[in-house]
């Protein structure tokens, strides 16, 4: 306990005497350089490297560097995209594993000095550098310390070959805020030729702590991210994702980069870990890491990007958001366009604190002066709220002056101290009761909480447990505008039509004539059936605002189908989930429609996977009324197919028929035709 008493004699004794000693650390802490990197808390990975020119996501090593050749690369592009959408840095893959240097290292002829671009006089990491000290932003470096074209990989000598390009980088390029290091390491690979599986001890093979010294020498205020630290570690998953209970603690010793239970085991951090080794979500604004041109429609959306955030910096990470540029070497306009969503929203949800409207704030408990509850709200992170020694229990109490909207609650630690809290309650006061309104474990640097809305009195945030006397630093509360974006829809075999909504307890409304959605339009009040033709259209109502519409058109059910045509999962083509496939035996699909139809179309989803093979290029469409003679009614090429695998679309000279038939003459690999979904646009059924 170290509260002294209040005295009223001279001056010096009322300072003296009015001040309350801090709590003491509660091990591990962070060090300065991780308090400055906890600070950024959102920064941009870019991937542009040989892998953007071979469409790939894991080079082999065996590239020429002849392929790398960008046409219209700006790296004020994407720091101004950085910068205008709150990132507080860039991370760029200077190497990544098939060993493709963008600078103009000394350490190896594979890299941008032998490839066409700007004759070999470019040198992309300090345009990106550059780059990042004009708009304000910090700069680091993901170098993979596995490299597939290195013909001593495995061996000692690459272990100096890796050495150097780290020192070539930690001095010829300014300040470096990050040093990434990827968990992936060793496999197979070109290796200077000799293209064999070469497997390395992760643990031992890079002598990890003289390599850390190299970059403590040359840039000391610059964070080691790896699997496991030194520094920051991975979050375990490449969601970007952070745990309901993130730890920033973790036993560093015993665990080390790409150690297979490293995600199941440790990722979440450990309450008593030795050391601070806080979390980074990284995660991509696409499928892949590297730029594809097949996922320009596979941009995350709005609602995925927010969960992303909520998840990560929400649950005491940071998020390492990746743009794979593309071969123009630039962010492509859809993931401009997305990030700028995310990062309106973001300002749009907090953007008034409603704690600035209560009229009444108390703590259950305070250490003393310097230590109250207006410590927790002045904005200042270096002051806070706290218990006497051996308190780790209390409570806040805000009351506003009037029923008040409040669906989020920000909350942070003040970390140099450690991270305390486990476990904490929040309650609403509403019609003069105290109810629950959620419960959490940790806190750390900063946790956010999306809570259902209510119109509230008060809230009150309840430390239940701690490591020690708990810390506030910051406590805000917001009402976060709802998302109004168009609901998704689903509809099943049998016709029903389920609308989910962007976020949760959003009213929705639709109509089936045609006519754009209003709030008078009819209510969603659950799945309804759509059994014959019609365009679906849907929005999301907030009052009298209302979201643009999903417009969807949709056929007859497909209850009564039948596919005839043999294969894997034949059940797949018609079971309206793009997210499953048929994959042919004969490249072919056919289906026995139950009766006969006025056809005048026909549609095919391919594939949607990651990673997609025997995506249908050159198609025959073929119809019968009894299933044995056939007549082709349309051949022809998906356009396009290969860079944007979406719903297509075909019309056809009207005709009657019972069953269908779409042929690949041609897939853009080779590969066994493959088919998401398979459907028909009709003029109803004649018989
Ligand atoms: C992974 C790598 O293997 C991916 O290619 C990517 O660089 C990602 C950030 O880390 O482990």
């Given at each position: 306990?170290?509260?002294?008493?209040?005295?009223?004699?001279?001056?010096?004794?009322v300072?003296?005497?009015?001040?309350?000693?801090?709590?003491?650390?509660?091990?591990?802490?962070?060090?300065?350089?991780?308090?400055?990197?906890?600070?950024?808390?959102?920064y941009?990975?870019?991937?542009?490297?040989m892998?953007?020119?071979?469409?790939?996501?894991?080079?082999?090593?065996?590239?020429?560097?002849v392929?790398?050749?960008?046409?219209?690369?700006?790296?004020?592009q994407?720091?101004?995209?950085?910068?205008?959408?709150?990132?507080?840095?860039i991370?760029?893959?200077?190497?990544?594993?098939?060993?493709?240097c963008?600078?103009?290292?000394?350490?190896?002829?594979?890299?941008?000095?032998?490839?066409?671009?700007?004759?070999?006089?470019?040198?992309?990491?300090?345009?990106?550098?550059?780059?990042?000290?004009?708009?304000?932003l910090?700069?680091?470096v993901?170098?993979?310390?596995?490299?597939?074209n290195?013909?001593?990989?495995?061996?000692?000598a690459?272990?100096?070959?890796?050495?150097?390009?780290?020192?070539?980088?930690?001095?010829?390029?300014?300040?470096?805020?990050e040093?990434?290091?990827?968990?992936?390491?060793?496999?197979?690979?070109?290796?200077?030729?000799?293209?064999?599986?070469?497997?390395?001890?992760?643990?031992?093979?890079?002598?990890?702590?003289?390599?850390?010294s190299?970059?403590?020498?040359?840039?000391?205020d610059?964070?080691?991210?790896?699997?496991?630290?030194?520094?920051?570690?991975?979050?375990?998953?490449e969601?970007?994702?952070?745990?309901?209970?993130?730890?920033?603690?973790?036993?560093?010793?015993?665990?080390?980069?790409?150690?297979?239970?490293?995600?199941?085991?440790?990722?979440?951090?450990?309450?008593?870990?030795?050391?601070?080794?806080?979390?980074?979500?990284?995660v991509?604004?696409?499928?892949?890491?590297?730029?594809?041109?097949?996922?320009?429609?596979?941009v995350?959306?709005?609602?995925?990007?927010?969960?992303?955030?909520?998840?990560?910096?929400?649950?005491?990470?940071s998020?390492?958001?990746?743009?794979?540029?593309?071969?123009?070497?630039?962010?492509?306009?859809?993931?401009?366009?997305?990030?700028?969503?995310?990062?309106?929203?973001?300002?749009?949800?907090?953007?008034?604190?409603?704690?600035?409207?209560?009229?009444?704030?108390?703590?259950?408990?305070?250490?003393?002066?310097?230590?109250?509850?207006?410590?927790?709200?002045?904005?200042?992170?270096?002051t806070y709220?706290?218990?006497?020694?051996?308190?780790?229990?209390?409570?806040?109490?805000?009351?506003?002056?009037?029923?008040?909207?409040?669906?989020?609650?920000?909350?942070?630690?003040?970390?140099?101290?450690?991270?305390?809290?486990?476990?904490?309650?929040?309650?609403?006061?509403m019609?003069?009761?105290?109810?629950?309104?959620?419960?959490?474990?940790?806190?750390?640097?900063?946790?956010?909480?999306?809570?259902?809305?209510?119109?509230?009195?008060?809230?009150?945030?309840?430390?239940?447990d701690?490591?020690?006397?708990?810390?506030?630093?910051?406590?805000?509360?917001?009402?976060?505008?709802?998302?109004?974006?168009?609901?998704?829809?689903?509809?099943?075999?049998?016709?029903?039509?389920?609308?989910?909504?962007?976020?949760?307890?959003?009213?929705?409304?639709?109509?089936?004539?045609?006519?754009d959605?209003?709030?008078?339009?009819?209510?969603?009040?659950?799945?309804?059936?759509?059994?014959?033709?019609s365009?679906?259209?849907?929005?999301?109502?907030?009052?009298?605002?209302?979201?643009?519409?999903?417009?969807?058109k949709?056929?007859?059910?497909?209850?009564?189908?039948?596919?005839?045509?043999?294969?894997?999962?034949?059940e797949?083509?018609?079971?309206?989930n793009?997210?499953?496939?048929?994959?042919?035996?004969?490249?072919?699909?056919?289906?026995?429609?139950?009766e006969?139809?006025?056809?005048?179309?026909?549609?095919?989803?391919?594939?949607?996977?990651?990673?997609?093979?025997?995506?249908?290029?050159?198609?025959?469409?073929?119809?019968?009324?009894?299933?044995?003679?056939?007549?082709?009614?349309?051949?022809?090429e998906?356009?396009?197919?290969?860079?944007?695998?979406?719903?297509?679309?075909?019309?056809?000279?009207?005709?009657?028929?019972?069953?269908?038939?779409?042929?690949?003459?041609?897939t853009?690999?080779?590969?066994?035709?493959?088919?998401a979904?398979?459907?028909?646009?009709?003029?109803?059924a004649?018989e």
């Amino acid at each position: 306990m170290t509260f002294r008493l209040a005295c009223c004699f001279p001056l010096f004794f009322v300072l003296a005497c009015g001040s309350v000693d801090p709590p003491s650390a509660v091990m591990p802490i962070p060090s300065e350089r991780q308090l400055a990197w906890q600070d950024m808390e959102f920064y941009m990975f870019v991937h542009f490297n040989m892998n953007t020119f071979t469409n790939m996501e894991w080079g082999t090593g065996a590239e020429d560097p002849v392929q790398f050749n960008p046409s219209a690369l700006d790296a004020n592009q994407w720091a101004r995209v950085a910068k205008e959408n709150g990132m507080k840095g860039i991370i760029i893959t200077a190497k990544h594993h098939d060993g493709f240097c963008l600078w103009p290292t000394s350490t190896t002829s594979h890299s941008i000095a032998y490839s066409p671009y700007k004759n070999g006089e470019g040198d992309i990491v300090k345009e990106v550098a550059e780059a990042c000290e004009k708009h304000g932003l910090k700069f680091g470096v993901y170098l993979s310390p596995w490299d597939r074209n290195h013909p001593e990989y495995g061996n000692d000598a690459y272990i100096e070959v890796f050495r150097e390009q780290l020192r070539e980088l930690l001095t010829g390029y300014g300040d470096i805020f990050e040093v990434w290091f990827d968990g992936a390491n060793g496999g197979t690979g070109y290796y200077g030729g000799a293209n064999e599986d070469r497997r390395v001890d992760k643990k031992t093979y890079y002598d990890w702590p003289n390599t850390y010294s190299i970059i403590r020498d040359l840039q000391p205020d610059a964070v080691i991210f790896g699997d496991a630290g030194p520094d920051v570690r991975w979050v375990g998953n490449e969601h970007g994702f952070a745990y309901e209970t993130t730890w920033s603690n973790l036993m560093r010793d015993s665990i080390y980069g790409g150690m297979p239970e490293y995600s199941e085991k440790y990722s979440a951090g450990q309450e008593n870990g030795t050391h601070w080794v806080p979390a980074e979500s990284d995660v991509s604004i696409r499928p892949g890491w590297y730029y594809h041109p097949y996922e320009d429609h596979k941009v995350k959306s709005l609602p995925e990007l927010l969960d992303i955030y909520y998840y990560s910096i929400g649950r005491n990470s940071s998020l390492l958001l990746n743009f794979p540029v593309d071969t123009r070497g630039l962010i492509h306009e859809n993931d401009v366009e997305q990030v700028e969503k995310l990062y309106a929203k973001i300002q749009e949800d907090f953007k008034d604190d409603l704690i600035q409207t209560i009229n009444q704030s108390h703590a259950s408990i305070s250490r003393g002066r310097g230590f109250g509850v207006d410590q927790a709200l002045d904005g200042n992170l270096d002051t806070y709220w706290s218990t006497p020694d051996g308190q780790v229990k209390g409570d806040l109490t805000f009351e506003f002056p009037s029923p008040t909207a409040v669906n989020r609650l920000l909350v942070q630690e003040h970390i140099p101290l450690g991270q305390r809290i486990k476990a904490f309650e929040i309650e609403a006061k509403m019609d003069g009761e105290w109810v629950t309104w959620t419960e959490g474990t940790t806190v750390g640097y900063k946790r956010i909480l999306r809570l259902d809305e209510k119109e509230v009195e008060g809230v009150r945030f309840r430390v239940l447990d701690a490591k020690a006397s708990p810390t506030i630093a910051n406590l805000a509360l917001y009402r976060a505008p709802k998302l109004l974006l168009a609901p998704t829809v689903e509809r099943d075999k049998s016709g029903r039509v389920t609308l989910i909504p962007a976020e949760e307890n959003l009213q929705m409304v639709y109509s089936l004539d045609g006519t754009d959605p209003s709030p008078e339009s009819t209510p969603y009040e659950g799945p309804f059936m759509v059994a014959s033709p019609s365009v679906l259209k849907a929005a999301a109502l907030e009052g009298e605002e209302i979201s643009e519409p999903l417009v969807q058109k949709m056929d007859i059910p497909k209850a009564a189908w039948k596919v005839i045509s043999k294969g894997k999962n034949p059940e797949h083509l018609i079971d309206e989930n793009p997210r499953t496939n048929f994959v042919s035996e004969n490249n072919e699909a056919v289906v026995d429609l139950g009766e006969t139809y006025r056809l005048k179309g026909f549609t095919y989803l391919p594939m949607q996977n990651r990673y997609i093979a025997g995506v249908i290029k050159e198609y025959e469409f073929a119809v019968s009324r009894n299933g044995r003679n056939w007549e082709t009614v349309k051949k022809g090429e998906f356009g396009n197919i290969a860079n944007s695998p979406v719903l297509q679309e075909l019309g056809i000279d009207p005709v009657n028929a019972r069953y269908i038939r779409l042929r690949a003459i041609d897939t853009l690999d080779g590969e066994p035709a493959s088919f998401a979904e398979l459907g028909v646009v009709t003029e109803g059924a004649i018989e």
